[in-house]
């Protein structure tokens, strides 16, 4: 399994960043997620289909998802490399 899981960057893609604010709202941890096919962004996880399907009910744009370890990993349709952020920046 090549994904793995990154300390959050700024995004410039409207679809991210609308991502990154849904999640924020409804207060799920975000991570900088480097998934399959080379796929990179913002991403939460959550544990059970409970939480994917508030998850994605609440995200704006369309999400996708990825099993990860014993839950989900769930990231916008579209991807975003990101930029590190700078200690302001920070949460």
Not at 20 to 46: C, E, T
Request: glycine letters at 6%; proline letters at 4%; a negative charge.
């Amino acid at each position: 399994m090549t994904e793995s899981i990154f300390p959050l960057k700024t995004y410039t893609s409207a679809e991210c960043v609308q991502f990154v604010i849904d999640m924020q709202a409804i207060n799920q941890k975000l991570f900088h997620y480097k998934g399959r096919f080379s796929w990179q962004g913002p991403a939460v996880w959550v544990a059970d289909n409970t939480g994917l399907k508030m998850t994605l009910d609440f995200s704006t744009n369309p999400a996708q998802w990825d099993r990860y370890k014993d839950g989900y990993v769930v990231f916008p349709v579209r991807q975003d490399v990101g930029v590190e952020m700078t200690a302001n920046e920070s949460h």
